[in-house]
């Protein structure tokens, strides 16, 4: 089972315009700092943040760690936004990344070692669609860390999308122009890759908590489940996955 954080300082709520969710600023115990989600979000969220993120992690793409982290009531009592929008218990952590900007599409015109095209790949995988950039702007969910200069994926609470639009994905998603790993030449490398990250979703399942799971008369709190995403994640073996639209100009 994942290590668990204990969370020893609550410095603030993101500001406004950073995400539906603004998750809280926090400090734990290993003196690093995290964004925490738990009372902002639904519990599908969460699950949906750990399964998609220790994936995105475990198959070797730049995502931010994540971390199960431990909210003391001590910490919120006598503070209402902590109390009503934290809450305390067992959250959610991404580690804050740092020396970090907000990616414009300047930092994307390239893709030479294949990543961004892996990452848009991966993406269409877990039917994670909020991550539009255009020149009018968006809302990527991407950073971009200065050293060594990179793309981090960050916010995956809006994957395994049971209302995943393909063609809505195919034209506003930032790393829409690499589609590098579409190559029929790329195809066996890439259904080797997505069968690994296959491979270890029973593990990542195993690691969450029962309390983002069950409520506590035992029932579950939302309708997806190990199931449902084993058939979706299995899509890879489908030839239409492999069919993306074709975008706009």
Known sequence: MPEIIDIVAIHGRTAEGTGVSRPFRCEGEDGRDYFVKLN????????KEWVAGRLALEMGLPAASVQQVRVPVELIKGHKEYETALGHGLAF???????????????????????????LLFDWWVRNADRTLTTCGGNPNFLWEMNPGRVVMIDHDNAFDAEFNST???????????????????RPEMISWLGDGLNRLDQIWEEIPEEWLYDSYGD?????????????????????????PTSLP
């Open 168 to 186: 809505d994905f195919r034209n506003l998603h930032a790393l829409r122009g690499h589609l590098g790993a579409w190559n029929p030449n790329s």
């Open 93 to 119: 952590g991404s580690l804050k990344v740092e020396a970090s900007d907000r990616l414009v599409l300047e930092f994307i015109r390239e893709d030479a070692d294949g990543v961004l095209s892996r990452i």
């Open 40 to 47: 902002n979000v639904r519990h599908e969220c969460l699950v």
């Open 220 to 244: 579950s709190r939302f309708e997806l489940n190990m199931t449902a995403l084993k058939t979706m994640l299995c899509s890879f073996k489908r030839d239409d996955f492999w069919f993306i």
